[in-house]
């Protein structure tokens, strides 16, 4: 069965504390991996897709990479403004996409 | 451009009872998916609707339905419904079918349903 697990559950990190989050997954025919920021009471906003291992994405502060069996998302020197849930996501080529339960990132001035 | 809107955003119901939500996707968008989500299990997928066929669907009851309209526009029905059901209810819409999307999907801010 397909599994997404995401780690930490939570982080707290203060202003300017570089960290990585982990998405593991085991999926059939992985078609792409996602990650979503979610902000409370709103909808997932995209991020990356990632297709193969060895691929990365860049935006702003965030940094993806993928491997056979996980995704990182590196936080560089993270502001307030970055706190959020992050979520990892897998489709198969089914087209069932499969989310992972989140890290929460708290970042502090 | 408008994005994703769900109506209603937020209701109130009790067991037995049924719920019609609402979805109407970005212009264009021919791919409306659907997802509960709650803080025990996260974000599920519902179902994935295309040029009104229903491509995909998740690990849930049949009590849990859905229909896509000509115009792209979306419902989903929860059929008697039990504590829980209460979840956010979230779409999204892309403008390909989700096997072939590049996984940018445009999510509403979702419909929060309380059951008592």
């Known amino acids: 069965e397909d599994q997404v697990t995401q780690s930490p559950e939570a982080l707290r990190l203060q202003e300017g504390e570089s960290s990585s989050l982990n998405c593991s997954y085991t999926?059939?025919?992985?078609?792409?991996l996602f990650w979503y920021r979610q902000d409370p009471g709103k909808g997932p906003e995209f991020l990356f897709t990632?297709?193969?291992a060895g691929e990365e994405k860049e935006k702003e502060r965030l940094k993806a990479t993928l491997t056979k069996k996980e995704s990182f998302l590196h936080i560089t020197a993270p502001k307030p403004e970055d706190s959020a849930t992050y979520l990892c996501?897998?489709?198969?080529?089914?087209?069932?996409?499969?989310f992972g339960a989140g890290t929460q990132v708290v970042v502090t001035p | 451009k408008a994005g994703v809107t769900q109506t209603p955003r937020y209701l109130i119901k009790t067991r037995g009872q049924q719920v019609t939500l609402s979805c109407s996707p970005i212009?264009?968008?021919?791919?409306v998916s659907w997802y509960q989500q709650t803080p025990g299990q996260g974000l599920q997928f519902l179902f994935e609707?295309?040029?009104?066929?229903?491509?995909n669907k998740g690990n849930f009851p049949g009590r849990f339905s859905g229909r896509q309209f000509s115009n792209s526009r979306s419902e989903m029905n929860v059929s008697t419904l039990e504590l829980g059901d209460s979840a956010l209810y979230l779409c999204?819409?892309?403008?390909?079918?989700?096997?072939?999307?590049?996984?940018?999907?445009?999510f509403g801010e979702g419909s929060r349903l309380t059951v008592l």
């Open positions: 999204a819409s892309s403008f390909a079918t989700l096997g072939l999307s590049t996984g940018e999907l445009f």
């Open positions: 999926v059939s025919g992985l078609r792409g």
């Open positions: 990632l297709y193969s």
């Open positions: 996501a897998v489709t198969d080529s089914w087209g069932k996409l499969q």
């Open positions: 212009s264009g968008h021919r791919s």
């Open positions: 609707y295309f040029s009104e066929t229903q491509r």
